[in-house]
């Protein structure tokens, strides 16, 4: 089968592949901080003590983490323009992979908030550190060490949600493989060598990871 | 019984066995003893092919152990083996744990596997605890659990590996009391261990292990009266004064 | 105006319920299929033929390194091309089959790892062979730490699912997407698709925390 393989036509591609590249790591930069911000909003409000944040926090979590992306995506794409919200496709993408992501990321950091042995934070306190400083000194250098990974993991996850993407019309790094497909008849050059670019990101971001945890091995135990 | 002839092994630029020669007659009590990291583990866990070796030959009852054509099913049917850490299937009674080889490997029907178990089981101690799961066990009585499992198949020759070394000192002498019973009955054994008192009573004879290598081997009297080598010298007084 | 949109809704809701019986369907029969390709990639993974252990790491990797819907792009375009033409059904099974199969085993070897190695040299030591240790004493103390995690993949494979309306499969996020060219309230529309999915997978969820809850009272430690 490989010598059939067309490489001049991928070749000719490359442009678009790499546009498609770069388009896809933009938007799953732009998501990830979203969702970053998103889901320490959510996670504050999941660990708060005030039920009624407790609760919304809570419901926007589990409706999220119950339904598929897909459908949260189409949910906006549709349903926005009814409440008088023109927003672009790219805007539309953006905000359901940030608040898709930024749902999952609330519980990964508030695993890692409450992975804290409450024994420190006595130890501090015992100490006399005040709250912001058991914050800043015990708190968050192990629960940022601890959620890295799954963070990481989760990242991984976005770079692959962002495909869905494609779907309405957002130009990325599947869309470009479609194109090629439907300007060309050429499916097996086009997606193969769109699983390839995200291979290449996966494996990025999984050296990353693996570096990442090797360093926390150095750190003086805490 | 078992025989070593220029048996080495490396692991990496580690020279774990250096050329080892060892002879274990049938009924005979062999103790290997020596600091730790001289290659005492690894020697035994040569014997039923749980660790390669590099070069040399190793001979059990006529069999070439590490011979690719040999069938390893067969051999370590002969040999029974007992580790520091008891190993028990945790999820399997004792008498389970017993007779899941005889019942798998021999083929042997259920009933016959736990007639002989419940034998087994009341020759080191433990028959009212047939039942019971290795969690519910002390350390002794999982040990002696696992020298029965170790009996289950009717060995020719029992391995252990520093049996004891794990327990709480007030369950030693349970264990130590039935491998005594097997050394008496006229068992082939080879034993991995620190009991000097135990090496003293039951060995035929005790072979010191140092970096590697087989530093002395002589009768109990010998060894502990008349150590002829000096490092073996100096392992026996740090032994020896507890 | 609302009010008739609703009142439509509501006339098409059994065609959700067909849409619900498909997503039903190719999600049961991919789990099943994928967890036993799991479990056989997840044993394989362990064996001692480097072959085997590296073929099966490619693919695992090549599962989980790209995205889904690349994955499904894939069989729906490029098996025709290699003579193998599968309707929608069969393409959507299959792909979801390779897609939870990479998923869960590594799952099943996460799980399997965490048998110490004094079990499996006991058992050797008993003369029992690779697949007699496997079935008698590796997997059943295995299964203790797959079974929660199992469960919880399971709810993300379905939630995947919602991928395979791409390539006309009539699963429940496609039928609200059909709905939606007629009915224009996408917050109505894709509201119930999510509340259909929620009632698959929170059930699902329950089960998995149930499972998590309940082995940790094992029978054989006290």
């Given at each position: 089968m490989l010598e059939t393989f067309n490489f001049r036509v991928i070749i000719e591609y490359l442009p678009q592949f790499l546009l498609g590249l770069l388009?896809?790591?933009?938007?799953?930069?732009?998501?990830?901080?979203?969702?970053?911000?998103?889901?320490?909003?959510?996670?504050?409000g999941r660990l708060s003590h005030l039920r009624i944040l407790n609760v919304t926090a809570g419901i926007f979590i589990e409706a999220i983490r119950s339904t598929p992306l897909l459908a949260q995506l189409y949910f906006f794409y549709f349903g926005l323009p009814s409440l008088g919200l023109r927003l672009s496709e790219y805007q539309t993408g953006i905000l359901a992979l940030s608040?898709?992501?930024?749902?999952?990321?609330?519980?990964?950091?508030?695993?890692?908030?409450?992975?804290?042995?409450?024994?420190?934070?006595?130890?501090?306190?015992?100490?006399?550190?005040?709250?912001?400083?058991?914050?800043?000194?015990?708190?968050?250098?192990?629960?940022?060490?601890?959620?890295?990974?799954?963070?990481?993991?989760?990242?991984?996850?976005?770079?692959?949600?962002?495909?869905?993407?494609?779907?309405?019309?957002?130009?990325?790094?599947?869309?470009?493989?479609?194109?090629?497909?439907?300007?060309?008849?050429?499916?097996?050059?086009?997606?193969?060598?769109?699983?390839?670019?995200?291979?290449?990101?996966?494996?990025?971001?999984?050296?990353?990871?693996?570096?990442?945890?090797?360093?926390?091995?150095?750190?003086?135990?805490? | 019984m078992i025989q070593f002839t220029h048996v080495h092994k490396w692991f990496g630029k580690l020279h774990v066995l250096n050329d080892i020669n060892l002879t274990v007659s049938a009924g005979e009590v062999a103790v290997i003893c020596g600091p730790s990291g001289s290659g005492k583990s690894t020697l035994i866990r040569c014997i039923n092919k749980l660790e390669p070796i590099v070069s040399g030959e190793i001979l059990v009852d006529g069999i070439q152990v590490h011979d690719k054509h040999t069938s390893l099913t067969r051999l370590r049917a002969e040999i029974g083996f007992v580790f520091q850490q008891f190993n028990l299937y945790p999820h399997m009674t004792a008498l389970d744990n017993v007779t899941l080889a005889p019942?798998?490997?021999?083929?042997?029907?259920?009933?016959?596997?736990?007639?002989?178990?419940?034998?087994?089981?009341?020759?080191?101690?433990?028959?009212?605890?047939?039942?019971?799961?290795?969690?519910?066990?002390?350390?002794?009585?999982?040990?002696?659990?696992?020298?029965?499992?170790?009996?289950?198949?009717?060995?020719?020759?029992?391995?252990?590996?520093?049996?004891?070394?794990?327990?709480?000192?007030?369950?030693?002498?349970?264990?130590?009391?039935?491998?005594?019973?097997?050394?008496?009955?006229?068992?082939?054994?080879?034993?991995?261990?620190?009991?000097?008192?135990?090496?003293?009573?039951?060995?035929?004879?005790?072979?010191f292990m140092d970096q590697g290598q087989i530093v002395e081997v002589g009768t109990p009297t010998d060894f502990f009266e008349n150590p002829k080598n000096d490092r073996t010298r100096l392992f026996l007084s740090k032994i020896l004064t507890h | 105006m609302w009010l008739y949109y609703f009142n439509n809704l509501v006339a098409s809701f059994p065609f959700f319920l067909k849409g619900v019986w498909t997503t039903v369907i190719v999600s049961l029969l991919s789990l099943v299929g994928g967890t036993i390709l799991g479990f056989c990639i997840g044993i394989g993974r362990n064996s001692r033929i480097r072959v085997l252990r590296y073929s099966l790491a490619i693919y695992v990797d090549f599962m989980r390194g790209t995205p889904f819907l690349v994955q499904i792009f894939i069989v729906f375009f490029i098996f025709p091309e290699w003579g193998i033409q599968l309707e929608a059904f069969q393409a959507a099974v299959f792909s979801l089959t390779l897609y939870a199969g990479a998923y869960i085993s590594e799952i099943v070897a996460g799980g399997i790892s965490t048998i110490s190695p004094g079990q499996t040299e006991a058992a050797m030591s008993g003369g029992l062979n690779w697949f007699q240790r496997l079935w008698f004493v590796i997997?059943?103390?295995?299964?203790?730490?797959?079974?929660?995690?199992?469960?919880?993949?399971?709810?993300?494979?379905?939630?995947?699912?919602?991928?395979?309306?791409?390539?006309?499969?009539?699963?429940?996020?496609?039928?609200?997407?059909?709905?939606?060219?007629?009915?224009?309230?996408?917050?109505?529309?894709?509201?119930?698709?999510?509340?259909?999915?929620?009632?698959?997978?929170?059930?699902?969820?329950?089960?998995?925390?149930?499972?998590?809850?309940?082995?940790?009272?094992?029978?054989?430690?006290?």
């Open positions: 388009a896809t790591t933009w938007i799953s930069l732009i998501s990830f901080m979203w969702a970053l911000f998103i889901g320490a909003l959510a996670c504050m608040l898709n992501s930024g749902a999952y990321m609330a519980e990964i950091l508030r695993a890692g908030v409450q992975s804290i042995d409450y024994g420190q934070i006595e130890a501090g306190m015992t100490s006399g550190l005040d709250y912001f400083q058991r914050l800043r000194y015990i708190i968050l250098p192990q629960a940022i060490g601890a959620t890295i990974p799954p963070l990481l993991g989760q990242t991984i996850v976005l770079v692959k949600d962002s495909a869905l993407l494609s779907l309405i019309s957002v130009f990325e790094l599947t869309r470009a493989g479609q194109l090629m497909n439907s300007e060309r008849f050429m499916p097996a050059e086009g997606f193969f060598t769109t699983a390839l670019f995200y291979l290449l990101m996966y494996h990025i971001l999984k050296t990353f990871s693996s570096w990442w945890r090797k360093k926390l091995i150095f750190r003086p135990a805490m | 019942m798998k490997v021999r083929k042997t029907s259920r009933k016959e596997a736990e007639e002989s178990g419940m034998i087994l089981l009341e020759k080191v101690g433990i028959q009212d605890k047939a039942k019971a799961y290795p969690a519910q066990l002390s350390g002794g009585q999982q040990q002696r659990v696992a020298i029965a499992r170790g009996l289950a198949m009717h060995p020719k020759i029992m391995l252990f590996d520093e049996p004891t070394s794990a327990l709480d000192p007030e369950m030693i002498n349970e264990v130590l009391d039935v491998m005594r019973k097997l050394a008496n009955e006229g068992m082939t054994m080879v034993v991995v261990t620190h009991e000097m008192g135990f090496a003293r009573e039951v060995s035929s004879h005790i072979i | 997997m059943p103390q295995a299964l203790r730490p797959i079974l929660p995690p199992l469960v919880g993949q399971y709810v993300l494979l379905i939630k995947d699912s919602s991928v395979i309306s791409v390539i006309g499969l009539t699963d429940v996020t496609r039928v609200g997407w059909l709905t939606v060219q007629r009915i224009p309230e996408g917050l109505m529309v894709f509201g119930l698709v999510g509340i259909l999915y929620f009632s698959i997978c929170y059930p699902l969820i329950r089960l998995s925390n149930w499972f998590e809850k309940r082995l940790t009272i094992e029978k054989w430690t006290v």
